[in-house]
């Protein structure tokens, strides 16, 4: 592969991981937008970590850990919001994150911050992976049935037993350690990270990725993450024009296929269509 498909296919895995951060809140009926302020915990934690001499996988797990024990932390005062509020909620929260990386002197502030370690483009391909499988696993267990449960009726899922509270709060976690993740494998991908790069258009991204994708099958998220990476790319032959067809067909997708384009139904009728006699 060339340099430059390597390069476009870590950043596909970043966006895939972050898709799947966002997914874990969607799929208990919940927007966040503070993807962007996880994954900057996770980059520059492992960046901090790497640059005080830490292994590199250690420096990545520190920063899955960190970015996972603020998601717990904040996840508490956030969710007691609902609608809207939850969503300028999580919003000012990752905007307070990067407010203070661009005051810390420590951290580069606005000229960023170099990261000691590359990781190349087939150990974060592995991990994706490992992510993508870890999501199916948890959709086919209880607790993925119970975040389903919410979406559709969190008050009739509290009546049959289902601890909403818990299930939201740890489905709330998990996304902030995945958005933690995505940005350690960025930092030591670039081996540069800036906070500017973690603003809300990366939060807004990784929600539609997993909207354009569908949110009834664990799926989704990739196959959005998928179409919005690499469709810009098969279009650059188009020039000006290409973010113009883009955007324009993701307009007609979402008229056409309101409900994501990796449905159940359309799962079904994949798996049950007869060849043709």
């Given at each position: 592969m060339?340099?430059?498909?390597?390069q476009?296919?870590?950043?596909?895995c970043?966006?895939?991981?972050?898709a799947?951060?966002?997914y874990?809140?969607l799929?208990a009926?919940q927007?966040?937008?503070?993807?962007?302020?996880?994954?900057?915990l996770?980059?520059?934690?492992?960046?901090?970590?790497?640059?005080a001499?830490?292994?590199?996988?250690?420096?990545?797990a520190?920063a899955v850990?960190?970015?996972?024990?603020v998601?717990?932390?904040?996840?508490?005062?956030?969710?007691?919001?609902?609608?809207?509020?939850?969503?300028?909620?999580?919003?000012?929260f990752s905007e307070?994150?990067v407010?203070?990386i661009l005051n810390?002197?420590?951290l580069?502030a606005a000229?960023?911050l170099v990261v000691v370690?590359?990781?190349?483009f087939?150990?974060?391909?592995?991990v994706t992976?490992?992510?993508?499988?870890?999501v199916?696993?948890l959709?086919?267990?209880?607790?993925?049935l119970?975040?389903?449960?919410?979406?559709?009726d969190a008050q009739?899922?509290?009546?049959?037993?289902?601890?909403?509270r818990?299930?939201?709060?740890t489905?709330?976690?998990?996304?902030?350690?995945?958005?933690?993740?995505a940005g350690?494998?960025y930092?030591?991908?670039?081996?540069?990270?800036e906070?500017q790069?973690?603003?809300?258009?990366l939060?807004t991204?990784?929600?539609l990725?997993?909207?354009?994708g569908g949110?009834?099958?664990?799926?989704?998220?990739l196959?959005?993450?998928?179409?919005?990476?690499?469709?810009p790319?098969?279009l650059?032959?188009?020039d000006e024009?290409?973010?113009?067809t883009f955007?324009?067909?993701?307009v007609?997708?979402?008229?056409?296929?309101?409900?994501g384009?990796f449905t159940?139904?359309?799962?079904?009728?994949l798996m049950?269509r007869r060849p043709?006699t």
């Amino acid at each position: 592969m060339s340099g430059y498909a390597l390069q476009i296919g870590a950043i596909l895995c970043v966006h895939v991981i972050a898709a799947y951060a966002a997914y874990m809140t969607l799929a208990a009926g919940q927007l966040n937008l503070g993807i962007a302020g996880f994954m900057a915990l996770g980059a520059y934690g492992s960046a901090v970590l790497s640059n005080a001499g830490w292994a590199m996988p250690q420096s990545i797990a520190g920063a899955v850990l960190l970015a996972s024990l603020v998601g717990l932390c904040v996840s508490y005062p956030v969710l007691r919001a609902r609608g809207i509020y939850l969503t300028i909620a999580t919003l000012a929260f990752s905007e307070v994150v990067v407010a203070l990386i661009l005051n810390m002197e420590s951290l580069g502030a606005a000229s960023g911050l170099v990261v000691v370690g590359h990781l190349g483009f087939w150990p974060i391909l592995w991990v994706t992976l490992g992510v993508v499988a870890l999501v199916v696993f948890l959709a086919s267990t209880r607790f993925g049935l119970c975040l389903t449960a919410i979406r559709n009726d969190a008050q009739g899922a509290a009546v049959f037993g289902v601890r909403t509270r818990r299930i939201e709060v740890t489905a709330f976690t998990i996304g902030a350690a995945l958005a933690g993740l995505a940005g350690a494998l960025y930092a030591h991908h670039f081996s540069y990270v800036e906070a500017q790069r973690f603003n809300v258009l990366l939060s807004t991204y990784a929600v539609l990725y997993t909207l354009l994708g569908g949110l009834q099958t664990p799926l989704g998220p990739l196959v959005g993450a998928a179409l919005f990476t690499l469709a810009p790319e098969l279009l650059r032959g188009t020039d000006e024009w290409r973010y113009v067809t883009f955007g324009a067909v993701i307009v007609v997708l979402m008229l056409l296929r309101s409900e994501g384009l990796f449905t159940r139904s359309f799962i079904h009728n994949l798996m049950h269509r007869r060849p043709a006699t």
